[in-house]
């Protein structure tokens, strides 16, 4: 029993989960195969779907178009270039056929569909570059850079970076508060002793220009660092923080002397523990002994605190009981016996005395 086509082409766009561009039969080769094989195939999204008849809903092979890597078209058929594997498809067109207009419109839009779909997203364009920072024919790519004083640091954090730390360098670059410019803060060794300096440089569309009474255009920053350096005769150094220490004091401990170690040795006070007292006892709990006769025992600590009463067993109580029972069933028993020896004296004198009556009487 054949299934409804809507049916199957349901079933298939749940397994797949992708929009139906094409579908018809077409021939498909790998490089493994010795000839074509034709599949029932639809076109879902970028990939294709191979079926055995236009009957079935579960494909039996698919291709991904974005994968392939180069394709080459022949008057016979396409071949399709992949990572691990080639690919050819042929597709048996009547020669007469004509596509209508309509047809042509509802392809295009679907490859326009698609190509918007798979468009990679534009990128947001860059800010534009300073003048003095773009690349001209002789500079290099480490013009580019920024020097390793430059600190985003304002004039009063500058001063006191130089004066705290003067063996990190002299020469600290910074920004300015005015627009793109830069500022040059240095710390310079004189005769009445150190002093703070700042310079000012501004930004041109020829570069950078160093505000002194005759003013100095370099190209970038790491000329400017130059230009001072060179001036000072490389007396003042750029200021940068190293990561590892570079001064080593002697050592005031000294390994032999034994008694620093010991009389600075704090006493850390113990913890005091009182020992465990045990409770003294007059005499040892000595284990009970093994009763042969199944005697019920009772345990040293129920005994009676006044010593002139005796403790009972439970020998002693069965025994009295029974004793007692006994002596009422001797009893019960001796008082029936006598009555009913009473009762046979009774009946033995009663003929005679009858007897006796008759014989007086006659």
Known sequence: MSVHPRVVHMRRESITALPLYYSGHLHKKQTKDKTFKKFFTELRGSTLFFYKNDQEDTYIEKLDLNQVKSMEKSSTHLTLSLDTDEVKLKHEIPSQLKLLPGQMLKLQEFLNQERRKNCPQPRPPL??????LQLGEGSSSTDQELPECFYGVNRQEAVQMLQANPENGDIIIRPSTVGNDYALTLRQMTPSGPAIKNFKVTSTDSGLVIKLD???TVP???????????????????YVVSTYDTHLEPSSFDPKDTSVSSSSTKNVPKAQVAPLQRAKTEEEVQPPPLDQDRVYMIPDDATPENPTVKPATLNDELRHAVKQRRQAIYDAAEGE??????????DRQTPSSSVQWINKTQ
């Open 337 to 346: 016996e006598q009555s009913r020896y009473e009762r046979h004296i009774s």
């Open 214 to 216: 005759t003013a100095v």
């Open 127 to 132: 800010p534009p570059r300073p003048p003095f």
């Open 220 to 238: 970038s920053l790491h000329a400017v660092l130059e230009y001072f350096m060179e001036k000072t005769e490389h007396r003042l150094k750029p």
